[in-house]
């Protein structure tokens, strides 16, 4: 039995996020059927992470196990020729049989885009989000910083991560700015669920009414999601390097 890993990329504007969705489209589901054609059997892939409706990925990975033999170059073409134009297949490995996309993450970074542009570009619908005003990317990036290390992360995680342990160390967290758009960089060993999107809200709330960063010291330390922002959509985020 080959247990192979895939590399892939998705536009996930028409997707209900990555993993199968009942009564909904999900990259998932697409991506495994193509699979299923082509290899004549079922197969159950696992993702490298789960991926909110609307979100994106520039670098994502998917296990399966398969005794066919097809060769993997073989693999990547045919499944293209399968798939449709948003989802594209990169490249592939041969794992050892105990190999787990997901559980073998090390490091994952996102970053999401944010266009304060006068107007809405129509060729970015659904790519970008649009937010009126003019945040500034200093005073962003210096609130940013602050998530940077090992903390707590309950205040700024949503309903759906359960029990689970929130406490996660952020490796690095910046804001930039382009001639088009402000773009957010972030990189952690995990990140709960919504907890990127809530971040970024926060961060750009924060920065509007001139909080500091023993305010966001503070919303950590004190554990409650009601005093974070609301959560950015889900259009800007893209899941943009996996390490392993």
Known sequence: MRNLLLKISYC??????????????????VLQAAIQDLLGHQIEIKGCSRTDSGAHANEYFVGFKTPHVISGE???????????????????????????ARYAVKTKEYIYKLSNQRFCDPFLDGLVYFCKGDPNPVKLNNLATCFVGEHDFKSLSAQGSGGMNTIREIYYFEVSKTAEMLLFRVSGNGFLYKMVRIMIGTLIEFARNKKNEQDILNLLASGKRSGASRVVPACGLYLNKVIY
């Open 12 to 29: 996930g504007r028409n997707y209900h996020g990555f993993q199968v969705q009942k009564n909904a489209v999900s990259v998932q589901s």
């Open 74 to 100: 073989n693999l990547v073409k045919a499944l293209n020729a399968r798939l449709p134009g948003d989802i594209v297949v990169k490249n592939y490995e041969e794992k050892p049989p105990d190999f787990h």
